[in-house]
């Protein structure tokens, strides 16, 4: 069974550009996270999909972030414009069942230069 | 206050120690306790759940004090590829959303 697969591993961008990252959760899994791991913090949750239904977006920093998953498979989450303390690692993560245990993927290291 | 903390470490012990977490929670209401592991650069991954009566798994033990809000990890026999990051967790709710600490840096040493 594939894991959780993110898209880039990395990427460094300047301050004001557009960044998109995606995620392929584990087939048939309808629960959809991104979490977000700023430099020397705690991992935060930032959103969660039910299959293309956002049941929690309590998380998102503010209005430059914007994530969809169309279709209820993968998703993307885009960060427009990107400022500096956007850097961090993001993390998607998958389960089968809302309280099931979750599947992380590898992370994306966005830095904002 | 944060919703969970712990103590950042790093702990560094030798090869055979036994080792212990603790980690406090301010939700109350909170019904589902983990611990995940995150290795350097790499994704958090489930260790074990913690159940209220705590469990055992292999050299591992989690426990769950209601009253106090605090749980702990224990583990014996440490060895050097437990080295990592051991993040307590907890899920808020009933959404599905994980809450994670700081986590604790461990270093096993030779």
């Known amino acids: 069974e594939a894991g959780v697969t993110q898209f880039p591993s990395h990427s460094v961008i300047e301050k004001g550009q557009t960044v998109t990252l995606r995620c392929d959760p584990i087939?048939?899994?309808?629960?959809l996270y991104w979490y977000r791991r700023v430099m020397g913090k705690e991992i935060k949750f930032l959103l969660h999909?039910?299959?293309?239904?956002?049941?929690?977006e309590s998380g998102m920093p503010n209005n430059r972030f914007l994530a969809e998953r169309t279709g209820g498979t993968y998703s993307t989450l885009k960060v427009q414009p990107a400022e500096l303390e956007d850097s961090g690692v993001y993390f998607c993560?998958?389960?089968?069942?809302?309280?099931?245990?979750?599947?992380f993927g590898n992370g994306t290291r966005l830095t904002v230069t | 206050r944060k919703e969970v903390e712990q103590d950042p470490g790093p702990f560094n012990v030798p090869e055979g120690a036994t080792v212990a977490f603790n980690c406090t929670y301010s939700?109350?209401?909170?019904?589902?306790f983990f611990w995940y592991r995150q290795d350097c650069r790499k994704e958090p991954k489930l260790l074990m759940s913690v159940y209220s009566s705590g469990n055992e798994d292999g050299r591992f033990t989690a426990q769950l004090n209601r009253a106090s809000q605090y749980i702990s990890l224990l583990f014996r026999d440490s060895k050097l590829s437990d080295s990592a990051t051991y993040l307590c967790?907890?899920?808020?709710?009933?959404?599905?959303?994980?809450?994670f600490g700081q986590g604790t840096t461990l270093q096993v040493k030779p």
């Open positions: 993560a998958s389960s089968q069942f809302f309280d099931g245990p979750l599947h």
């Open positions: 939700n109350s209401a909170s019904q589902s």
């Open positions: 087939s048939g899994h309808d629960n």
């Open positions: 999909f039910v299959k293309e239904s956002k049941q929690d």
């Open positions: 967790v907890f899920l808020s709710g009933n959404t599905g959303k994980l809450i």
